[in-house]
RNA sequence: GCGAGCGUAGCUCAGCGGCAGAGCAUCGCCUUCACACGGCGAGGGUCGCAGGUUCAAUCCCUGCCGCUCGCACCA
């Protein structure tokens, strides 16, 4: 909380100056001001047509709900495509990252009705309803509605960072999209795809409207199965013996919904079901209501069921409603739309299902005909939006007829022209491409776009338009009334990758951007959305809407269960934001994003991301303290010249003088090379979690753990060391927060401006337009592998170092002895190479090690010593322990090593032992392992040797 | 039933043919001059089970067992 007061002149910072970087990493003090600065000085803007050599880049947001509120998912897929979105940006791409929202049909209309409810009572004492205010006016609320929730979501994107290109902001009924809905309807019209029809369909009583197949969610339920007698007679309803057993035949049938007895129509056998032979062309008497109804036979009974027989309700189930088709059956509606059982359901007319359930199996308890109940576990259709149970009836409704448009959809995706990631998502999409069904787009709601079909009140005949008709096409009567229903949610989203970019008028926007690069979105609406997004983008653009879709894994609690409010397991991630700030929850995200498994997200992790945060602006803290003199602290060379940018820029300074680099500015330059190339590779193949590895390891373990550690030495000693290692780390550092930058912009941007020397920007995107120079880390140029920097000696020499700092790490933690206990260390070299070596790192290892002196011995040890024996490099370490450790302590460690080499060694050996090894693995394999075993053996001996002195030492004490 | 995915350290996950890795958690030592949102060290895994291929298998193949998610469905 200080820390926001002593930023409070923020926008000052955002000018160059010398900047004093707060003590610790608050993110608080600057996110909102980083992000209104990128907003205001168009650093999000895309052009509408590319430079020449110029690559387009473009994502749409799939569009939350404009009534919604962040969630993980969200967080999740923003984060994942702000990535992309602005790794291409810095790439020199014309990137384009589409923003806008959903109008989301019955959840929102739903949302205002509740509000209305709350308001007050209608003429008849219930709770107000959207018909008590009539059409017109309820949709001028959810309007009003839609105004003043819409911007809670935008709002939330952009805490999170998100770069969305604003200017283009989308809603799916503005008045463009509205006019793409209305054309696309026209047109499938016209091709034969679009029709009205009688259909069966799922119609949730509740929400009162009818719903496409998959916005039913089937769920298990306990429920029972009760077995009806249904007696077999002839046409003129006299008995039929059944000739097995002599006495009347009846047939027993399994139900688990008695209800729709009442809209039985017939009663099914399978043809070759013996059993029933001589039912065949029979008659059965519906129970309860007496109805003869005729008994036929199908194939798609199942024998093994029950008994073998069905009853067949043509208008309330979906395989009857195709039995009842096939065998020409009548259709009896007893369920109506108000949820009551209609007339045809005789003395059972108006109850509510439930209630005629409970009322028929009574009855039918008391007639005698209900022979048994079972336990059974069944599944019901529940309203997706309302979680209702969802029923099968008849109703007219429009359909898509589906199957023309899927099949250049499955095309593109056999073809590869899409690629999904992961590839295994192919498989569901086929699986359900080929088996799919018309697609039913009415919906018996206010919200949303009112279907363009006008009804002529003379001739009855339909006229389906762009506007509104002045006249029937068929009478060219005048009196015509458009359809009541809006289309489902999805249509409009079904246009999206091409209606947010100004479709059907050709706009440049299309001819730069479409098809879009990258489909980011979730596994759940693969049916829902995509799969009906790349159908119409192939009808209509003759083209597919984007090239590779991503999907990424659901984000859990972190015990792996779905978040949802009723369980009170949501973690909220603008509270996460508020905390932590956006980097680390992004950071979070983009470390878990691998594939192929669920996010168990938990908080623990953001706060582990948010330390990172931390570590790297310390880091950068850390550059500050040594290119300033006036803070010049305890062991800085004083009054240092303040150093100058040099001549070219850092990177070209590094190049010329590369022969002259100290080992450690060497190596942790190598270091970079291969952590821009595996950032890089998990960005290219969706990987962001590898990306994210790499970033965090290469900062933490390398830059922070070794580098700075080996450049206080230079840094002290001052000269053309301290120079070179100045520019070495502010070279490093920059480097390291551009590529960090996809993923933590606002930490990254805000130490970047800090930076004395960065970098001029070079992407196109910079000064395109002849717009001024924008001072932003979102312009500079991604790094890329510069193969001069690795170097490989560098990387063996401070390997070895590490090894011995290390092992004296180690000896000091085994034995407890205080980094401020100096000692002195000698050591034993195998040959004249490791000598060297040794010598040339001894100032490195006395600063790093904390010890005297480190010095080069011949002879055997002396009786005070024990060894540390190194491979790399080939040394043995010597410490005299006078005065230094316990003994005991010592003798453990040393046998603790044995051990583990002792363990090795018989590994090595029983390799070595088996003759297929030596003759059919390969040769170098064969080599490395004898020399292993020779140096196994050579670590053992002194070791041995030491703790033979530690025992006669020992004995003493 | 069909399809997909997953079972690796206490937890969350990475690795996917050559002696098991990370983060968090745990236990020791340290307020050392970027950082206690820190440093150093240590402990902890027959890589679900059983076969097979291979000189070599956590990694490839087959079969089980367990969990998760789609799709279809027994009315």
Not at 380 to 401: H, M, N, T, Y
């Amino acid at each position: 909380m200080g820390q926001s007061k002593q930023r409070s002149g923020q926008s000052e910072v955002l000018k160059r100056e010398a900047s004093a970087l707060g003590k610790s990493y608050e993110p608080a003090g600057f996110e909102q001001d980083i992000y209104r600065f990128w907003s205001e000085s168009g650093c999000f803007d895309s052009a509408e047509e590319n430079v020449p050599g110029q690559e387009s880049f473009c994502i749409v947001i799939p569009p939350p709900n404009v009534t919604g509120v962040l969630h993980m998912g969200h967080a999740l897929t923003n984060t994942i495509q702000d990535i992309l979105v602005r790794w291409h940006r810095m790439k020199g791409d014309n990137t384009l990252w589409v923003p806008g929202t959903d109008h989301a049909g019955i959840a929102t209309q739903s949302q205002v009705e509740k509000q209305i409810a709350k308001e007050g009572k209608g003429p008849t004492g219930r709770p107000l309803t959207r018909h008590d205010l009539g059409r017109e006016k309820f949709l001028e609320r959810t309007w009003q509605w839609k105004e003043e929730h819409a911007h809670i979501i935008t709002d939330q994107l952009k805490r999170l960072g998100s770069s969305l290109d604003w200017k283009r902001e989308r809603f799916t009924m503005d008045e463009g999209l509205s006019a793409a809905v209305r054309e696309v309807f026209v047109r499938l019209h016209e091709d034969g795809l679009i029709y009205r029809g009688e259909r069966i369909i799922n119609w949730c009583p509740r929400c009162q409207t009818a719903l496409s197949d998959l916005e039913v969610v089937p769920q298990d339920r306990k429920g029972h199965l009760w077995h009806l007698r249904y007696r077999i007679v002839e046409a003129d309803g006299s008995a039929v013996k059944n000739p097995a057993t002599g006495e009347d035949a009846s047939l027993v049938i399994a139900t688990t919904r008695p209800e729709t007895l009442l809209g039985d129509t017939a009663v099914a056998v399978h043809p070759e079901d013996e059993r029933w032979a001589f039912a065949h062309g029979k008659f059965a008497v519906l129970p309860l209501l007496g109805r003869k109804i005729p008994i036929i036979t199908d194939t798609y009974v199942d024998r093994e069921f029950g008994t073998g027989g069905l009853k067949v309700t043509p208008a309330h189930d979906f395989n009857d409603y195709e039995l009842g088709k096939r065998h020409d059956l009548p259709v009896v509606h007893v369920m109506g739309k108000d949820g009551k059982i209609t007339a045809a359901g005789g003395p059972y007319a108006g109850m509510k299902f439930s209630e005629a359930r409970e009322a028929v199996l009574q009855a039918l308890k008391e007639s005698g005909e209900l022979v048994k109940t079972e336990d059974h576990q069944n599944k019901v259709g529940l309203c997706q939006r309302c979680d209702q149970v969802a029923e099968p009836i008849i109703s007219k409704q429009w359909f898509v007829k589906i199957e023309p448009l899927a099949k250049p959809a499955i095309a593109a995706v056999e073809t590869g022209k899409i690629e999904f990631s992961p590839k295994s998502w192919e498989k569901t999409y086929f699986e359900w491409m080929y088996n799919i069904r018309d697609w039913c787009i009415s919906r018996q709601l206010w919200w949303g776009h009112q279907i363009p079909a006008w009804y002529c009140q003379s001739c009855q005949e339909t006229t389906v338009a762009r506007s509104t008709p002045e006249k029937c096409s068929h009478c060219g009567g005048a009196q015509l009334k458009q359809d009541e229903d809006v289309l489902d949610t999805w249509f409009s989203s079904a246009l999206w990758p091409f209606s947010t970019l100004g479709w059907p008028e050709k706009t440049k926007a299309l001819q730069t951007f479409y098809p879009t690069s990258i489909l980011e979105t979730g596994f759940d609406i693969i049916f829902f959305w995509v799969a009906r997004m790349i159908m119409m983008g192939m009808h209509f653009m003759g083209e597919v809407p984007f090239r590779k879709i991503y999907l990424h894994a659901m984000v859990r609690d972190e015990k792996g269960e779905k978040m949802s409010k009723s369980k009170g397991n949501v973690i909220d991630p603008l509270v996460l934001i508020n905390q932590h700030g956006a980097d680390p929850l992004r950071f979070t995200l983009a470390a878990m994003a691998g594939q192929g498994r669920d996010i168990k997200l938990s908080v623990d992790r953001v706060e582990g991301y948010r330390a990172f945060c931390n570590k790297v602006w310390n880091a950068v803290k850390f550059l500050h303290l040594q290119l300033d003199p006036q803070s010049a602290v305890d062991g800085l060379v004083p009054n240092a010249a303040p150093l100058a940018e040099p001549q070219g820029g850092a990177r070209q300074w590094l190049l010329d003088n590369h022969a002259k680099l100290l080992p450690a500015n060497a190596w942790i330059l190598s270091r970079l090379q291969e952590s821009i190339a595996t950032v890089e590779k998990g960005f290219k193949n969706f990987e962001l979690n590898e990306s994210a590895q790499a970033l965090y390891s290469f900062a933490w373990g390398e830059v922070c753990d070794w580098y700075i550690e080996f450049a206080k030495l230079p840094l002290r000693a001052g000269g053309a060391d301290r120079e070179q290692t100045l520019i070495t780390l502010h070279y490093v550092l920059e480097q390291l927060l551009t590529l960090m930058h996809p993923v933590t912009p606002f930490v990254t941007e805000e130490l970047w401006r800090s930076l004395p020397w960065r970098s001029p920007a070079n992407t196109p995107a910079r000064t395109r337009d002849g717009k001024p120079e924008i001072e932003t880390l979102m312009f500079q140029a991604w790094p890329k592998v510069d193969s001069r920097f690795r170097d490989e000696k560098a990387e063996a020499a401070v390997g070895g170092l590490r090894g011995v700092v290390e092992a004296l790490r180690s000896f000091r933690g085994e034995n407890s002895l205080s980094p401020r206990t100096e000692f002195a260390v000698s050591y034993v070299p195998q040959n004249s190479q490791a000598g060297e070596f040794m010598r040339s790192i001894a100032g490195d290892v006395r600063s790093l090690s904390r010890i005297t002196s480190l010095e080069p011995v011949t002879g055997a040890a002396g009786e005070f010593e024990t060894v540390i024996p190194l491979a790399v490099p080939a040394v043995e370490l010597r410490i005299s322990l006078q005065g230094l450790v316990n003994v005991e302590e010592e003798q453990k460690r040393v046998r603790k090593e044995m051990e583990k080499v002792q363990a090795d060694l018989s590994h090595v050996r029983a390799k070595l032992s088996r003759e297929s090894f030596i003759s059919k693995a390969p040769v170098e394999l064969v080599a490395k392992e004898r020399e292993n075993e020779a140096a196994h053996l050579a670590k053992l001996s002194e070791l041995e040797s030491a703790l033979t002195r530690l025992s006669r030492l020992g004995g003493g004490k």
